[in-house]
């Protein structure tokens, strides 16, 4: 692997040495598991992941490693991103977490409102947020 900084966006509290494992639910949705975990090279991207995760408390990000192969998230990259220019990817192998992020800029609160606007009527089209 590279020495690519790697972000998990969550509101999952955890600690240094945990891992996040597939087989859990998703951070989106309600009670499915997930058959992937995605992690992004991009703050941004994270932020995003914390903020829109479902559950209680406070979003957290996490500085992840990879413990096997990622590839591009098609979620982001076959539709709506060409080319992988958010940094996000999955995997079916296990993240260690080895730092959090304490100090970030979430999103406006117009910013926000409109994404899970966005996200609710695509629920309503009968559109998953995530795709397997």
Same mark, same amino acid.
């Given at each position: 692997m590279t020495s690519q900084t790697f972000y998990h966006g969550t509101k999952a509290n955890l600690n240094i040495g945990d891992l996040i494992e597939i &087989?859990? =639910? @998703?951070? *989106? &949705?309600? =009670?499915? =598991?997930?058959? *992937? $975990? *995605?992690?992004t090279a991009t703050m941004d991207a994270a932020v995003w992941g914390s903020e829109l995760a479902v559950g209680e408390g406070p979003g957290r990000i996490y500085i992840v490693e990879p413990t096997g192969p990622i590839e591009d998230d098609p979620n982001l990259t076959d539709k709506k991103? +060409? &080319?992988?220019?958010?940094? @996000? *990817?999955? @995997?079916?192998?296990?993240?260690?977490v080895v730092d959090e992020v304490k100090d970030w800029?979430?999103? @406006? +609160? #117009?910013? !926000? %409102?409109?994404?899970?606007?966005?996200?609710? %009527? !695509?629920? #309503? !089209?009968? $559109?998953e947020a995530i795709e397997d």
């Open positions: &087989g859990f =639910n @998703s951070n *989106y &949705g309600k =009670n499915k =598991n997930a058959k *992937y $975990i *995605y992690l991103f +060409p &080319g992988n220019p958010t940094k @996000s *990817y999955r @995997s079916m192998r296990p993240f260690k800029q979430g999103h @406006s +609160p #117009e910013q !926000l %409102k409109a994404m899970k606007d966005h996200l609710d %009527k !695509l629920k #309503e !089209l009968g $559109i």
